[in-house]
C-alpha cells in the first residue's frame, strides 16, 4: 500500500510532466480550475498519464466523478500495489 | 529525437508531448511548412498533437487545421468556409469503424448486403471526389479496423451478413480506390490495431469517455503512420542503410570465429534469425533502398563472410562495402559522399549501441535501437523508412544505377583529364517536353531533390498534371544514358512564360549525375526552346535552403546576369537569349 505521501509526490511530478510547469504542487483541494490549460483535452491526457505512473486503470465511472485531485489519490491508494 | 524512433513509449510520449513539442521548436533545424487538415470522425486533438511533433522531428512543420467533431463529412460535402480559406495541402481523414453508418441485420440477403457496401463506399467515395474538386491534394484516409465483436462468430468473417466480413469488403474497395487515383493513400489502421492488439486499440471506455475511436496510448502510432506517410510524400525517406556485419548480418565474428565458425542459414535458430535478416534486406533492395556495409574487419573477412555459402546476401548485392578500422561515422560520411545521398538519408545498422551512440551523435542520422535478430525486422520495419507512397521503374533500378555508378568511379581514375573521362563516358542526353509516362518520375523528383535544386519548389501529382496541361510553361525533362547503363530521368526544368520571358519556377537535377555536363545539356536546349517561342529573357531564381547550396552559382555559371539579392540570400538572375551559346560539349543531345 502506498503512502499519500508519496502519492502526491509522484502525482506532482506526473503534473508537472504533462503540463510542462514545474511550478505547479497539488493538494486534496486542487481542481481543474487551478491549473491554468487543465481543459477537457488536457484531462484526457493526464488521466492517462496518471494511470501510467501508478499502473492502474480508472473505471468509467470513476473518470466522470473525480471531483479533485483528493478523490484521485483515494483510487490510487486503494488499488495501487 | 531518440524518444521520437520506433520502437517508442506511446504514454510517455503522450504525457511529455509538451515538453518535446518546446524542445524540437527550439532546436534550431530548418523545416519545410506544410497545411495539413485532420477531418474526423472522432475526437482528433492529442492525433494532430502527436502528428504534429513526429513531423517536427522529420523537418517538416505543419500548419494543422481540425473539423469539428465528428464534422468530417458535412465539411468535405457541403464546404466550410474555415477549411476553404486554410487551402490544405494535405487532408487526413480520421475515421474508424464507429463512422459506419450502414447497419447489418441476420435476415438480410446477399443482394441486400451488397446494396449496403455499395452505398457505404459511396458516402465515402463522393465525399473524396468532393474534396478532390476543391482542393485538388493529397488525402490520407484511414481504412478500417475489424470490429470489437462478432455476432456471428468466426463465421463473421466470411458471412455477408457479418461485420467483419463487411468491414473486409469495404477496405476492399477503399483500395481499388486507392490504386486508380494519383494523391490518395490509404492509413492502414486495419494493420496498426492488429499489430498493438485490437482490444487495447479498441478499448470502448475512450470512446464512450473523450469520443476517441483508439485508446489514446495507441495515438502516437497512429499518428507516426500517418507522419510517415507524409513524409514519404515529401521526398524525406531514407534511402541507404548502413549494414554493420558481425552480429547484425550473421552471428558471431568472422574474424575470430572463422567463415564456418558464424551462424546464418538453416543450421540452429540463432542462424535462422540472421538468414531471415538477409532475406528481408534483400526485399528491400529489390525496392531500391541501397545496401552497404560499415564494418571494423579486415576486408577480406568481411568479404568471406558475406560469401558464406548460406547466407543470402553476396558482396554484389552492395553499393559500398566499408570494411575497415576507421570511426564508423567517418565512413558513414565517407560513403554518403561517394553515394552522392545525404548523410540523414542513410538508416545506420548495428547491434552495438555504442556504435549507434557515436554515429547519430556526430551525423544526426537514424540508428534504431534494433535490439536482438529476433527483433531487427520488425524494428526497421516499423520505422518507417522506407514508406512506399510509390514504386517507379526507376526505384526498382536504382541499386543496379550506384553500382555502374561505382564503374564511372574507376574508370575516371584512369584518366588524367576530366574532360577525357567525361568524352569516354559516350553519353547521350534524352530532353525535352513531359510525357505522360515520366510524370509520376518527375513528381517524385521535385519532391525528393534536395540539394542541386534551385527553388526547391515540391509539386503533388495533381498540381503537375497542371503544369503538364498548361500551355504557359515551357517544360523539360532529361534522361542520361551512358556506356555503363541509362541513368534514367535525372533532370526537370519547369519555366513559366510571361510575354516575352520565362521565369524558371525550377531547375533541379538528380546528384548522381553530378559533373556530367548534364545541366548545360538542359540548357542549351532550353535556350532553344525559348528561340522557337519567341522568349528573349530568362529569368532565374535561387531560394537558399540549408542543402542546396551547391547550386547558389548555378546561374552565374550558365552566364546569367546577378539582377539582385535580398538578405535572406534570395537571388535573381537574367539570361539574354539572343547571345547565348551553346555550353555543352560532351553528351550527344537528342531533343525528343
Redesign the interface.
Known amino acids: 500500500m502506498l503512502d499519500k505521501k508519496e502519492i502526491y509526490e509522484r502525482l506532482n511530478k506526473?503534473f508537472r510532466?504533462?503540463?510542462?510547469d514545474e511550478e505547479i504542487t497539488v493538494k486534496p483541494e486542487t481542481v481543474a480550475d487551478d491549473i491554468e490549460d487543465w481543459d477537457s483535452?488536457m484531462h484526457?491526457?493526464l488521466v492517462?498519464?496518471v494511470e501510467?505512473e501508478f499502473g492502474v486503470r480508472f473505471k468509467?465511472g470513476e473518470?466522470?466523478t473525480m471531483k479533485n485531485v483528493g478523490e484521485m489519490a483515494e483510487i490510487i491508494a486503494s488499488r495501487a500495489k | 529525437m531518440k524518444e521520437l524512433q520506433y520502437p517508442f513509449d506511446g504514454?510517455?510520449l503522450?504525457?511529455?508531448?509538451?515538453?518535446i513539442k518546446?524542445a524540437l521548436l527550439s532546436d534550431g533545424s530548418e523545416r519545410v511548412e506544410k497545411k495539413i487538415a485532420i477531418l474526423g470522425g472522432s475526437t482528433t486533438?492529442?492525433i494532430a498533437d502527436m502528428l504534429e511533433i513526429f513531423l517536427l522531428d522529420s523537418g517538416i512543420k505543419p500548419k494543422l487545421w481540425q473539423s469539428e467533431y465528428n464534422a468530417y463529412w458535412q465539411d468535405a460535402m457541403f464546404g466550410n468556409e474555415q477549411l476553404d480559406e486554410f487551402a490544405p495541402d494535405i487532408i487526413f481523414i480520421h475515421t474508424s469503424n464507429r463512422n459506419i453508418t450502414e447497419k447489418l441485420a441476420p435476415d438480410m440477403t446477399k443482394e441486400q448486403a451488397d446494396e449496403a457496401l455499395q452505398r457505404q463506399v459511396q458516402h465515402f467515395t463522393m465525399m473524396w471526389e468532393k474534396l478532390r474538386e476543391r482542393f485538388g491534394c493529397v488525402i490520407i484516409q484511414n481504412n478500417f479496423e475489424p470490429p470489437l465483436y462478432r455476432l456471428l462468430g468466426n463465421r463473421d468473417a466470411y458471412d455477408h451478413r457479418g461485420m467483419t466480413n463487411f468491414i473486409t469488403r469495404l477496405n476492399q474497395r477503399f483500395y481499388e480506390y486507392a490504386a486508380e487515383h494519383d494523391d490518395f493513400y490509404i492509413n492502414d489502421i486495419n494493420y496498426l490495431a492488429a499489430s498493438y492488439g485490437l482490444e487495447k486499440w479498441s478499448a470502448p471506455?475512450y470512446w464512450?469517455?473523450?469520443k476517441?475511436a483508439l485508446c489514446?496510448?495507441a495515438i502516437p502510432t497512429l499518428s507516426f503512420s500517418v507522419a510517415n506517410i507524409i513524409k514519404a510524400i515529401l521526398g524525406k525517406n531514407k534511402k541507404a542503410l548502413a549494414l554493420d556485419l558481425d552480429n547484425t548480418l550473421w552471428g558471431g565474428v568472422v574474424g575470430d570465429d572463422g567463415v564456418e565458425g558464424i551462424a546464418v542459414g538453416e543450421e540452429t535458430p540463432v542462424a535462422q534469425g540472421y538468414r531471415e535478416f538477409q532475406t528481408y534486406l534483400k526485399q528491400l533492395k529489390s525496392m531500391g533502398v541501397m545496401l552497404t556495409v560499415c564494418s571494423k574487419n579486415d576486408e577480406e573477412n568481411a568479404l568471406a563472410g558475406l560469401n558464406h555459402p548460406d547466407g543470402v546476401l553476396r558482396p554484389d548485392d552492395f553499393v559500398c562495402i566499408k570494411a575497415n578500422w576507421e570511426p564508423k561515422d567517418l565512413n558513414v560520411a565517407q560513403t554518403a559522399k561517394e553515394l552522392n545521398i545525404l548523410p540523414e538519408s542513410i538508416v545506420f545498422v548495428d547491434d552495438n549501441p555504442a556504435e549507434r551512440e557515436i554515429v547519430s551523435k556526430q551525423l544526426h542520422i537514424s540508428a534504431p535501437e534494433i535490439g536482438s535478430v529476433e527483433d531487427y525486422i520488425r524494428v526497421i520495419d516499423r520505422s518507417g523508412f522506407f514508406e512506399v507512397t510509390q514504386l517507379s521503374k526507376d526505384d526498382l533500378q536504382r541499386n543496379d544505377m550506384y553500382i555502374a555508378n561505382a564503374k564511372r568511379a574507376q574508370q575516371q581514375a584512369s584518366f588524367e583529364n576530366y574532360g577525357d573521362y567525361l568524352k569516354s563516358l559516350e553519353m547521350t542526353a534524352y530532353i525535352g517536353d513531359f510525357q505522360p509516362v515520366y510524370l509520376q518520375r518527375i513528381t517524385q523528383l521535385t519532391n525528393k531533390s534536395n540539394q542541386f535544386n534551385v527553388t526547391t519548389k515540391r509539386y503533388t501529382q495533381a498540381q503537375m498534371q497542371e503544369v503538364f496541361e498548361s500551355k504557359n510553361y515551357i517544360r523539360l525533362f532529361g534522361r542520361l544514358t551512358d556506356k555503363f547503363g541509362d541513368n534514367g530521368v535525372v533532370s526537370v526544368v519547369i519555366g513559366e512564360k510571361k510575354e516575352k520571358e520565362l521565369h524558371i519556377d525550377l531547375w533541379l537535377m538528380s546528384c548522381r549525375v553530378l559533373k556530367r555536363d548534364m545541366e548545360f545539356a538542359m540548357l542549351d536546349v532550353l535556350v532553344k526552346k525559348c528561340r522557337e517561342q519567341g522568349i528573349d529573357k530568362i529569368v532565374g531564381y535561387y531560394c537558399p535552403t540549408a542543402k542546396n547550396k551547391m547550386v547558389k552559382e548555378l546561374f552565374g555559371s550558365f552566364g546569367f546576369e546577378k539582377i539582385s539579392e535580398d538578405e535572406s540570400g534570395n537571388t535573381v538572375w537574367e539570361l539574354n537569349v539572343s547571345a547565348y551559346e551553346n555550353k555543352c560539349g560532351y553528351i550527344e543531345i537528342q531533343q525528343i
Open positions: 506526473v510532466d504533462v503540463f510542462d483535452m484526457i491526457t492517462g498519464a501510467d468509467m473518470v466522470s | 504514454a510517455y503522450m504525457k511529455k508531448k509538451r515538453s518546446k486533438g492529442d471506455l464512450y469517455m473523450y476517441y489514446t496510448e
